[in-house]
Nanobody
Framework: QLRVVESGGGLVHPGGSLRLSCAASEFSLVFYRVTWFRQAPGKDLEGVSCIGLSDTMTNYTDSVRDRFTISRDNAKNTVYLQMNNLTPEDTAVYYC???????????????????WGQGTQVTVSS
């Protein structure tokens, strides 16, 4: 089945770290830009970070810049989100999404993405 699958979420104390993975199944992520989104309870979906076809193009929302790092390993068909110095405000369900829209800024709406994962819960709490 063609899909992306997230993993790596969990419960962590403030200041802790997690690494999320987004693995593609039965297709190659090499030809897709990938965005990590998150949605906290009662809030809108938020784009967190996006990576181009290589690590040379990345961007981040202001609230995670300098704490989160997105990367990709095309040999493993996987995109990662390393999250450091987590705060309770980072608590959300995190989704990865893959798009063939390769020009301009990374899309911010669901309909521009061909593949969406089922999400992984990240909870930051003491």
């Amino acid at each position: 089945q063609l899909r992306v699958v997230e993993s790596g979420g969990g419960l962590v104390h403030p200041g802790g770290s997690l690494r999320l993975s987004c693995a593609a199944s039965e297709f190659s992520l090499v030809f897709y830009r990938v965005t990590w989104f998150r949605q906290a309870p009662g809030k809108d979906l938020e784009g967190v970070s996006c990576i181009g076809l290589s690590d040379t193009m990345t961007n981040y929302t202001d609230s995670v810049r300098d704490r989160f790092t997105i990367s990709r390993d095309n040999a493993k068909n996987t995109v990662y989100l390393q999250m450091n110095n987590l705060t309770p405000e980072d608590t959300a369900v995190y989704y990865c999404a893959a798009t063939r829209s390769l020009t301009g800024t990374c899309p911010s709406t669901r309909d521009r993405y061909k593949f969406w994962g089922q999400g992984t819960q990240v909870t930051v709490s003491s």
